[in-house]
Structures are given as structure tokens and as C-alpha cells.
């Protein structure tokens, strides 16, 4: 069974920062993608950062220049590093990964169950 646990999300004002992460966990696994994703109330859920398997970064226009996302591949880790917090971050922050598990013998997507960030104006 592979599980992504994410930590780190909370209350911040403003202008603040916190940090996301997001541990993958099962045996046998293998990573290629991992991603940030966030849903505000009444939105959809958009994508906010991905890390690709081959080491490239996407980023949301909205973002670019105050997050960034890193990987510790030997932890099976992803970071979210988010700087310069503005009300309109506020949401429940999802982590997103493409997974090789040896006992499906192929990839599928999973979800971590979500942890919200609030920022205050």
C-alpha cells in the first residue's frame, strides 16, 4: 500500500512562510512525478508546483517567485517552500504523486489527504 502523509501547513500572516512536505511510503515503490496541488472553497482544485522524475519544476503563474518545490529523492520527500503568503493562498494543500508499486506492476496516481494552509490579511 503506498501512502503520502503531508505536515507542515497551518495559520500565518500575510507575508509569512511555511513549509510543506509530503513522505511517501510503501515498499517496493517507485517515484517519477510529485506535485503540489491546492483547492480553495467553492474552486477547483489547481495544480500550485510539480518536480518531474527527470528533475524539472512547473510552476503556477501565481506563485512563481515566492514558492518553491524541492524533492529528497532517498527520503521519497517533497517540499513546498512558501514565501511572501498572501490571503488568496488560503486552502487545503494536496500532495500528488506517480507511483510505480511492485505489487500493481504499473503507475498510478495518489493523493495525500490534504492539509490546509490560512493565511490572514
Known amino acids: 500500500q503506498v501512502l503520502l502523509v503531508e505536515s507542515g501547513g497551518g495559520l500565518v500572516q500575510a507575508g509569512g512562510s511555511l513549509r510543506l512536505s509530503c513522505a511517501a511510503s510503501?515498499?517496493?515503490?517507485?517515484?517519477?512525478?510529485m506535485a503540489w496541488y491546492r483547492q480553495a472553497p467553492g474552486k477547483q482544485r489547481e495544480l500550485v508546483a510539480e518536480?518531474?522524475?527527470?528533475?524539472?519544476?512547473t510552476y503556477a503563474d501565481s506563485v512563481k517567485g515566492r514558492f518553491t518545490i524541492s524533492r529528497d529523492r532517498t527520503k521519497k520527500t517533497v517540499y513546498l517552500q512558501m514565501n511572501s503568503l498572501k490571503a488568496e493562498d488560503t486552502a487545503v494543500y494536496y500532495c500528488?504523486?506517480?507511483?510505480?508499486?511492485?505489487?500493481?506492476?504499473?503507475?498510478?496516481?495518489?493523493w495525500g489527504q490534504g492539509t490546509q494552509v490560512t493565511v490572514s490579511s
Open positions: 510503501g515498499s517496493s515503490i517507485a517515484i517519477t512525478d
Open positions: 500528488n504523486a506517480e507511483v510505480w508499486s511492485s505489487a500493481t506492476m504499473r503507475y498510478d496516481d495518489y
Open positions: 518536480s518531474a522524475g527527470g528533475g524539472s519544476t
